[in-house]
């Protein structure tokens, strides 16, 4: 609870045409600036919304905790930090979109998702200027696996 109303400091639920319900930035936000955190219980069933945050572990986030996190993919704004940060990663103004790219914190996208439509499994996919921009942007749980680390890019 305390944390959703940290969040609302920070975002409003909006609506567009291609994402549906989504954040926009409820006032100017500082590159670095955490701008939201997934909240929410912990659970072990994924749903169409829930966050992982580690292997078999996820966060069921509720409205002010992420429930409405789309996927930029490269048109991201937003980065992972401490599996639960959303930082930003520009200045981003008043009333902007916001959101992260997925291949942030979920480890693999599903054939035929738009992540996959973008060439990004994972690390795959990354050009060495966009993995400097990233490599300080990705769920560190991410990192903890061989099996889904085995470009070995940012370690």
């Given amino acids: 609870m305390e944390l959703e109303l940290r969040n609302k400091e920070n975002i ?11 954040y926009f930035a409820r006032k100017n936000l500082k590159k670095g600036t955490v701008v939201y955190y997934f909240a ?6 994924p749903t169409d919304y829930t966050v992982p945050i580690g292997f078999g572990i996820f966060i069921d986030p509720t409205d002010y905790g992420g429930r409405y996190t789309n996927d930029y993919g490269m048109k991201a704004n ?14 981003i103004k008043k009333g ?9 914190f979920v480890p693999f996208y599903g054939k035929g998702s738009k992540g996959d439509k973008l ?13 400097q921009k990233y490599k300080n942007y990705i769920s560190d749980y991410l990192f903890n696996s061989k099996e889904i680390n085995m470009y070995g890019k940012f370690i």
Avoid at 96 to 104: H, L, Q, V
Avoid at 119 to 131: H, N, P, R
């Fill in 12 to 22: 409003v639920v909006g609506k567009t045409e291609d994402k549906g319900k989504t």
């Fill in 40 to 45: 929410g219980p912990i659970v072990s069933d």
């Fill in 78 to 91: 937003l980065g992972i930090r401490n599996r639960t940060q959303l930082v930003a990663l520009k200045d």
């Fill in 96 to 104: 902007e979109e916001i959101g992260p790219a997925y291949f942030m």
């Fill in 119 to 131: 060439g990004l499994s994972f690390f795959e996919g990354l050009s060495k200027k966009e993995m």
